[in-house]
């Protein structure tokens, strides 16, 4: 995903803490099920 986006692992990493910090969810499978739920 980061060299698509042409930024490190690092800031993607960061970007999906932050993600993961405002809907309650703790990985990517929470948060798509949380995506899903609306």
């Known amino acids: ?5 042409f930024v490190s692992e ?3 990493q960061d970007h999906l803490k932050s993600v993961f ?3 309650a969810t703790n ?3 929470m ?3 949380r995506a899903l739920e609306t």
Do not use: F, S, W, Y
């Open 21 to 23: 910090a405002k809907t």
């Open 10 to 12: 690092h800031t993607v």
């Open 31 to 33: 948060l798509l099920a």
């Open 1 to 5: 995903m980061a060299r698509q986006m």
């Open 27 to 29: 990985n990517r499978r």
